[in-house]
């Protein structure tokens, strides 16, 4: 190994660890607090903004766009978990350099090239994530529940043997109106919940480059194992999102083209390491791996 790889000189005693490690949190904990109360302030603009794909569809259907609280205290406790959430994502660059600066001495130089850049890749990554999510997924999925409760009268009226599909939202002669009026909270949980699913898929290729780094993972046998992860795609797809096959098959084409971008980054990791093993010699040029 050479020099220039070598760890930095870091002999300090466990208390001295652990006195960094608390000044590394407490560094932490201070920039998640601050970043919670200043995304406190513009909760309600937030909340308007998440809310803002569930506000297209009621428009689009002639609806009133507006969301209802029942307990006095919900919109209250939507609006810190969302200065919460926020707060962590403004706060994660100084909490991510904090751990940096806490695990980077026992690493060697050329582990720190390889990790870096990952660090900035994947919030980057779950940024594209839960913007696809937001645009795209939201929208989708609020429109397939929402008028689903239009298709079932439809073809109540159709089976009726009329065969026309009478307005829905019309006033019944009989019966009971069913009419959406959307909580704040379960609104805010269900978009959230499409934003952090697809925030987390959108992390493979940083997470199986990582793998292939290790060695633990290669690009071929991640080829071998194709149709399992088909599969593995196809019931992630089922499980995250609501039950309509437009949604589902967006998810299952972003995540698969995702993982054919992560066996490409394999291999290329595994070709530079052959390149790095042959230029010092441990491998002949006609050895492989």
Request: overall charge negative; some cysteine; charged content about 20%.
């Amino acid at each position: 190994m050479s020099d220039s790889d070598q760890i930095e000189d870091s002999s300090a005693p466990l208390i001295e660890h652990l006195a960094e490690l608390r000044t590394r949190l407490i560094r932490s904990v201070l920039a998640f607090v601050a970043g919670m109360i200043l995304m406190f302030t513009i909760a309600e603009p937030t909340l308007e903004f998440i809310s803002q794909p569930l506000a297209e569809v009621l428009r689009a259907r002639g609806e009133d766009a507006r969301l209802i609280f029942t307990a006095p205290q919900e919109k209250f406790f939507v609006l810190i978990r969302i200065s919460i959430i926020m707060g962590f994502a403004v706060s994660f660059p100084v909490i991510a350099h904090q751990l940096w600066r806490f695990v980077a001495p026992g690493l060697y130089r050329s582990e720190k090239g390889a990790i870096l850049p990952f660090l900035v890749a994947s919030p980057v990554l779950f940024l594209m994530g839960a913007s696809f999510a937001h645009y795209v997924v939201t929208p989708l999925a609020m429109n397939f529940f929402i008028g689903f409760s239009d298709a079932i009268p439809a073809l109540a009226n159709l089976i009726a043997g009329d065969g026309t599909f009478e307005n829905p939202a019309a006033v019944p002669d009989e019966g009971i109106q069913t009419i959406f009026l959307g909580s704040v909270r379960e609104s805010l949980d269900l978009a959230l919940k499409f934003i952090f699913a697809f925030g987390l898929c959108f992390q493979l290729p940083v997470l199986l480059t990582l793998m292939g780094k290790a060695g633990l993972v290669t690009a071929q046998g991640l080829s071998d194992v194709r149709k399992w992860a088909v599969v593995g795609i196809l019931t992630l797809a089922a499980l995250v999102t609501p039950p309509d096959v437009i949604t589902q098959i967006i998810l299952f084409v972003v995540v698969y083209g995702l993982y054919e971008i992560s066996i490409q980054l394999v291999r290329l990791v595994e070709r530079s390491r052959l390149r790095r093993l042959r230029a010092e010699g441990i491998l002949d040029e006609d050895e492989e791996l």
